[in-house]
T-cell receptor
């Protein structure tokens, strides 16, 4: 199956700093990628839809100036958590779908962010 | 996309079949049923999907009722490695690569010795 890779898998940063998470589609092109966030013992919540060559679409309640998304190529989307605070500590997951109709979505392995 | 309802948790003995139910009574004719699972601290993994016919692959079988208002994911011989949260999701077809998946709370399956 298709492969979506995230980097880093785990990161610890100090409060007030920014952290960049990369999401790559390794064997297919993805004009659209999705970013999710998951808090402990909760389900995945969609944060934003990343569109290649255009602005991301954010879900209600997600601050676009805090979670910067860049989708500069057909195989790479990045999520930057700016001025991170302890409440931003979470599991961040990206996904992409290689085809159009009815094909399954593939997910990255996730990035565990801890802000201290 | 239609809402789904799943039991919060289930247990299954290793080697036995695990049958995970999902209710999607408001599903519309153009919506598929997808199943994903998430093993602890990993990204979700695709399992199977179907429209109205039963489906089988190397991981599982999907049984969809004739009225399509519910479905059951069957893991024929559960192993400890199948312990995970299983998500049942319905998604409309013909929506392209930009269509998003909406996750519910899923069923936490615990496979025991």
């Amino acid at each position: 199956g298709a492969v979506v890779s995230q980097h880093p898998s785990r990161v610890i940063c100090k409060s007030g700093t920014s952290v960049k998470i990369e999401c790559r589609s390794l064997d297919f092109q993805a004009t659209t990628m999705f970013w999710y966030r998951q808090f402990p013992k909760q389900s995945l919540m969609l944060m934003a839809t990343s569109n290649e060559g255009s602005k991301a679409t954010y879900e209600q309640g997600v601050e676009k100036d805090k979670f910067l998304i860049n989708h500069a190529s057909l195989t790479l989307s990045t999520l930057t958590v700016t001025s991170a605070h302890p409440e931003d500590s979470s599991f961040y997951i990206c996904s992409a779908r290689p085809g159009a109709e009815n094909t399954e979505a593939f997910f990255g392995q996730g990035t565990r962010l801890t802000v201290v | 996309d239609a809402k789904t309802t799943q039991p919060t948790s289930m247990d299954c003995a290793e080697g036995r079949a695990a049958n995970l139910p999902c209710n999607h009574s408001t599903i519309s004719g153009n919506e598929y049923v997808y199943w994903y699972r998430q093993i602890h601290s990993q990204g979700p993994q695709y399992i199977i999907h179907g429209l109205k016919n039963n489906e089988t692959n190397e991981m599982a079988s999907l049984i969809i009722t004739e009225d399509r208002k519910s479905s059951t994911l069957i893991l024929p011989h559960a192993t400890l490695r199948d312990t995970a949260v299983y998500y049942c999701i319905v998604r409309a077809r013909n929506t392209g690569t930009a269509s998003k998946l909406t996750f519910g709370t899923g069923t936490r399956l615990q496979v025991t010795l």
